[in-house]
């Protein structure tokens, strides 16, 4: 499946919600209070915010104002400039010509929101891609955390350096790093643990694991990112802001967009945090982690509106 089908098939939910209440009014050529009502209520169901959705509607009224007829194609075109103007800037790229090696990415999130599955997918794509990874397997305080990645490293066939299940998550970090160091590779993908995010304990040992990291190079970790699980709406991005504050994020990855989530996260998670989306966990595969493209994103949400879209 390409990328795009990937996204497609992705959002293929929340495109439906969006699409029927579009169609509907386009049918009717009208837009009265209930048309408005029902964009808003597909909006809402989509999980794109309050704001957006406000904005989003603001926008269709004007729009409606000024062509005097409701044609839901140019009501999706309306639709899609508010959300493309709310999501610029929000595409993380790496930039592999970055110095120095290793680069190093850190996932953090709560338990269940996919960092061990990201840092497999992710180290597939990199690898892919032509450079050479190592993963650091620092969630030792989950049993199965480190046994899952060794799994995923031995199919993927991806270096790994673990530690025994309790031990100290900055010393297996240290040695990973080390061992990155001295085989020049390429990329260290950090997974750590994310067991109650409010308890000190757990951000206490990500501090220890950044500073121990610092002292060999305090560039590091290059990338510090945020793993979000989609399904659950905006409920979870208050842990966002204690990982922030402890952490100092750069970046977010938001995973199984490919469940009941219906997509608008994406825009709420953006307006809510500001950091750039590097990637969208869409499926349990190792190719199921996207790059995050708005242009993507927004024609998986409106495939229906293609062609009216590049007319
Ligand atoms: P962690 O506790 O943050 O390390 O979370 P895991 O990586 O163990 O993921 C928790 C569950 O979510 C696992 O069953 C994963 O297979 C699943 N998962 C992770 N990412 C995705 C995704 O993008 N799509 C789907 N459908 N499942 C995912």
């Known amino acids: ?13 929340g495109s439906a919600v969006l699409q029927g209440a579009f169609e509907r009014v386009g049918v009717r050529g009208s837009l009265n209070q209930e048309d408005l ?25 004007i729009s409606f104002r000024d062509q005097k007829k409701a044609d839901d194609g140019g009501l999706v075109n309306t639709a899609r400039t508010v959300l493309s103007k709310i999501l610029s800037g929000s595409e993380g790229m790496l930039d592999h010509s970055n110095d120095p090696s290793p680069q190093v990415i850190c996932l953090v999130g709560v338990n ?35 046994e899952q990645l060794k799994e995923w490293a031995n199919r993927l066939a991806l270096d790994l350096v673990s530690g025994h299940h309790g031990s100290d998550a900055a010393a297996v970090a240290f040695d990973a790093y080390s061992s990155a160091l001295a085989k020049q590779t ?10 109650l995010h409010v308890k000190d304990n757990l951000m206490d040992e990500l501090s220890k694991l950044k500073r121990v990291i610092q002292k060999r190079e305090p ?9 979000v699980d989609g399904s659950t709406g905006t409920n979870g991005l208050l842990q966002a802001k ?49 790059p995050f493209s708005v ?7 409106f495939p229906a509106y293609l062609s009216s879209i590049n007319a």
Not at 1 to 13: D, E, T, V
Not at 37 to 61: H, N, Q, R, S
Not at 260 to 278: D, M, N, Q
Not at 296 to 301: A, I, P
């Open 1 to 13: 499946m390409g990328i795009f089908s990937k996204f497609k098939s992705g959002l293929k939910r």
């Open 37 to 61: 009502f029902e964009i808003e209520e597909a909006f809402y169901a989509c999980d794109f915010g309050p704001e957006t959705t406000e904005e989003v509607l603001e926008e269709i009224k």
């Open 112 to 146: 269940g929101s996919g960092k061990t599955t990201t840092c497999a997918k992710l180290g597939h794509q990199l690898s892919l891609s032509g450079k050479s990874v190592m993963i650091g397997a620092c969630d030792t305080f989950r049993a199965a955390a480190t």
């Open 186 to 195: 390429d990329y260290l993908l950090l997974d750590t643990a994310g067991r």
């Open 219 to 227: 560039a590091a970790p290059q990338h510090s990112w945020l793993v």
């Open 242 to 290: 204690v990982f922030h504050q402890k952490f100092g994020l750069n970046g977010v990855v938001v995973t199984k967009l490919d469940g009941t989530s219906k997509g608008g996260v994406i825009v709420s998670i953006y307006r809510e945090l500001g950091l750039p989306i590097f990637y969208l966990g869409l499926g349990e595969q190792p190719d199921d982690l996207q």
């Open 295 to 301: 242009e993507n994103y927004l024609d998986s949400l």
